[in-house]
């Protein structure tokens, strides 16, 4: 297990294979995935096949990662950091249990994950997307300190970027 990050309540580790029945638990909420874009999987199998191609650590050096309860070792959901190459930009993700919202887990995770990348990746802006309606989700990107950039097509609905430069970050 190779921990990336720790804050007061939290760690941030590389997903694993063995994930794969937490994610694809995650991934068959609907409230969980109604602004991501993303269909659920159909199994824990082809959440696994997902997990055992996941190639950003190796490619980018980091990723998305499952973010673990420090008192009791359960996944809580995922955060992390992603590279889009035809971009050239790293976002802010996170997705977490439904029963685990509004507990202030997103804020902490990704604020640890911004300073990681500022501070550790030496990444010089960094980016976070939402769906307009995902109120939720563009609260805890204004939460971390990333302002409005533009609106976008977010797979066929109005979305919105955010973003951060290392120099302006706040939150830490």
Not at 35 to 60: C, H, I, M, W
Not at 94 to 114: P, Y
């Amino acid at each position: 297990m190779k921990i990336i990050l720790e804050t007061d309540r939290l760690l941030l580790r590389e997903l694993t294979i063995e994930d794969a029945y937490h994610f694809y638990e995650l991934n068959v909420n609907p409230n969980v995935i109604q602004y991501t874009g993303d269909s659920p999987f159909e199994n824990a199998e082809e959440a696994l096949v997902f997990l055992q191609n996941y190639k950003d650590y190796r490619e980018n050096g980091y990723g998305r990662w499952a973010v673990i309860d420090k008192s009791n070792t359960e996944f809580l959901g995922w955060c992390g950091l992603k590279y889009d190459i035809s971009k050239d930009e790293t976002d802010i993700g996170f997705r977490f249990f439904e029963r685990n919202w509004n507990r202030g887990l997103a804020t902490e995770s990704a604020a640890a994950c911004l300073k990681y990348g500022f501070d550790q990746l030496h990444l010089k802006k960094i980016v976070g997307r939402a769906m307009s309606e995902n109120i939720a989700s563009i609260k805890v990107l204004q939460k971390l300190g990333l302002s409005f950039d533009k609106e976008f097509d977010f797979d066929g609905h109005k979305g919105v970027i955010y973003s951060i430069e290392k120099s302006k970050q706040s939150i830490y």
